[in-house]
């Protein structure tokens, strides 16, 4: 691959944005890349965690606005290359597995929206997110329409993207943004550290947990209710809650554990 590194360790995956000369900032090259690796994530059993990075002290800078202008005056090209980005975006953000955005520096414009589509975010104490679409006269994209407002409320979301302004690591976890902030040395492991222990849950629960929270705000207190009862009849019937029963009984200590 070009424009990211992918790796595999004890069932994490790692993709790491790879352009540093540019801040990460996304290409044509590179959501085909993410896209690829997507689907590879989503349909291996053997991966059970996914982290999101970049290299040289960036997550992302946004979308590449030199590579932009080539398609300026080519609406249907723009809409193609945004519909592509649509679909694999809407399989990582139901991807049935955690996923978690270590931010080290800019997540600007659509590394912004990158770093929302995880289930958490992680920010180095140089982390930086802005929501830069005003600034360029552009409205927000790679699903920050729909991930912020879910985030932080819908009246915040207007704030901070009408404003376009700039968020640091200490406000963006006060906002709920980022869930917490490390020093920029520890930001990789902790990242690791919190996926490979979501990595020991039962599959089966954290799917079926994280479709329902994706769900959450769309529906009402009748249909969450009937989405816990099926979600929880497929829970009960694993391997793992059996085991999990049975150790517990023993006293033997439990298979999943939080990272402190």
């Given at each position: 691959?070009q424009?990211?590194?992918y790796?595999?360790?004890?069932?994490?995956?790692?993709?790491?944005?790879?352009?540093?000369?540019?801040?990460?900032?996304?290409?044509a090259?590179?959501?085909?890349?993410?896209?690829?690796?997507?689907?590879?994530?989503?349909?291996?059993?053997?991966?059970?965690?996914?982290v999101?990075?970049?290299?040289?002290?960036?997550?992302?800078?946004?979308?590449?606005?030199?590579?932009?202008?080539?398609?300026r005056?080519?609406?249907?090209?723009r809409?193609?290359?945004?519909?592509?980005?649509?679909?694999?975006?809407e399989?990582?953000?139901?991807?049935?597995?955690?996923?978690?955005?270590?931010?080290?520096?800019?997540?600007?414009?659509?590394g912004?929206?990158?770093?929302?589509?995880?289930?958490m975010?992680?920010?180095?104490?140089?982390?930086r997110?802005?929501?830069?679409?005003?600034k360029?006269?552009?409205?927000?994209?790679?699903?920050?329409?729909?991930?912020?407002?879910?985030?932080v409320?819908?009246?915040?979301?207007?704030?901070?993207?009408?404003?376009?302004?700039t968020i640091?690591?200490d406000?963006?976890?006060?906002?709920?943004?980022?869930?917490?902030?490390?020093?920029?040395d520890?930001?990789?492991?902790?990242?690791?550290?919190?996926?490979g222990?979501?990595?020991?849950?039962?599959?089966?629960?954290?799917?079926?947990t994280?479709?329902?929270?994706?769900?959450?705000?769309?529906?009402?207190?009748?249909?969450?209710?009937?989405i816990?009862?099926?979600?929880?009849?497929?829970?009960?019937?694993?391997?793992?809650?059996?085991?999990?029963?049975?150790?517990?009984?023993a006293?033997?200590?439990?298979?999943?554990?939080?990272?402190?």
């Amino acid at each position: 691959m070009q424009t990211i590194e992918y790796r595999l360790d004890d069932g994490v995956a790692t993709i790491t944005l790879n352009r540093p000369e540019h801040k990460n900032a996304i290409n044509a090259d590179m959501t085909r890349e993410l896209a690829e690796v997507v689907i590879q994530v989503r349909d291996s059993d053997e991966i059970r965690a996914l982290v999101i990075t970049g290299s040289g002290g960036s997550f992302c800078a946004g979308g590449d606005i030199k590579a932009m202008l080539a398609s300026r005056d080519n609406q249907p090209e723009r809409q193609a290359r945004m519909r592509f980005h649509h679909r694999w975006l809407e399989q990582l953000i139901h991807l049935d597995k955690p996923v978690i955005a270590a931010v080290d520096g800019p997540a600007f414009g659509a590394g912004f929206g990158l770093a929302l589509a995880a289930d958490m975010i992680i920010a180095s104490d140089n982390a930086r997110f802005c929501m830069a679409f005003m600034k360029i006269g552009l409205v927000p994209d790679f699903a920050a329409l729909y991930t912020l407002p879910r985030v932080v409320g819908l009246q915040r979301a207007k704030e901070i993207m009408y404003s376009a302004r700039t968020i640091e690591a200490d406000e963006a976890v006060a906002l709920g943004i980022a869930l917490e902030k490390v020093a920029p040395d520890a930001l990789a492991g902790r990242a690791q550290a919190i996926a490979g222990s979501l990595a020991q849950a039962s599959p089966t629960a954290f799917a079926q947990t994280k479709r329902a929270l994706n769900g959450s705000q769309l529906n009402d207190l009748k249909t969450m209710l009937d989405i816990e009862l099926t979600s929880q009849s497929v829970a009960f019937a694993t391997r793992e809650h059996n085991d999990a029963v049975d150790g517990f009984l023993a006293k033997q200590p439990p298979a999943f554990k939080w990272p402190e």
